[in-house]
């Protein structure tokens, strides 16, 4: 199974900060990965598709980008809502496969 | 509006069954792609299963054998049958759609989630 390595597993971030999360595949899979944002309690929710695809009704703010192995999602100012966990999926094979997660934490 | 509603979770012992359901609305089960998800009590998420519009089906290593992803076209339902439970399967179930888009997919609509607990 593919292995998808998340980093880092935490931040703490101000609100107009920009953060970058990364995940690296064990292995190439082209540009097949999303990015899922999870609040407590909730389902999660799809931000980015095919690595750099904005997601309908997704604020500008998200983007992903990255291809192969490395991929990175970017939040450009930091938002109250979107403090939460975040997950890459790589779905280039089967079992897909979820990183670990970053909680993005209110400095 | 595309609605997923979860149900038929609960408490089963170790070694025993219990069928999920996922009842769709705003769209169609069978020409969709369709997968499950499960989060364990303060993990991260593990994808399980997924079914496509044409049958085909694939699972997770972890469930393989014991876990079977289905469908009910009439009722625009989808099911997983969860046999042989461990404790280990103690999460919450997560039913999504997964949207084709070229080589990838999208999970773009989520249920609420329902909570499988295996203790004795």
């Known amino acids: 199974a593919i292995q998808m390595t998340q980093s880092p597993s935490s931040l703490s971030a101000s609100v107009g900060d920009r953060v970058t999360i990364t995940c690296r595949a064990s292995?190439?899979?082209?540009?097949?990965l999303g990015w899922y944002q999870q609040k407590p309690g909730k389902a999660p929710k799809l931000l980015i598709y095919?690595?750099?695809s904005l997601q309908s009704g997704v604020p500008s703010r998200f983007s992903g980008s990255g291809s192969g192995t490395d991929f990175t999602l970017t939040i450009s100012s930091l938002q109250p809502e979107d403090f939460a966990t975040y997950y890459c999926l790589q779905d280039y094979n089967y079992p897909w496969t979820f990183g670990q997660g970053t909680k993005v934490e209110i400095k | 509006e595309v609605q997923l509603v979860e149900s038929g979770g609960g408490l089963v012992q170790p070694g025993g069954s219990l069928r999920l359901s996922c009842a769709a609305s705003g769209f169609t089960v069978s020409s969709n792609y369709m997968s499950w998800v499960r989060q364990a009590p303060g993990k991260g998420l593990e994808w399980v299963s997924v079914?496509?519009?044409?049958?085909?089906?694939y699972y997770a290593d972890s469930v393989k054998g014991r876990f079977t992803i289905s469908r009910d076209n009439s009722k625009n339902t989808l099911y997983l049958q969860m046999n042989s439970l461990r404790a280990e399967d103690t999460a919450v179930y997560y039913c999504a759609r997964a949207r084709p888009v070229g080589y990838s997919y999208g999970l773009d609509y989520w249920g609420q989630g329902t909570l499988v607990t295996v203790s004795s």
């Open positions: 292995q190439g899979i082209r540009t097949d």
């Open positions: 079914i496509y519009s044409g049958g085909s089906t």
């Open positions: 095919a690595a750099s």
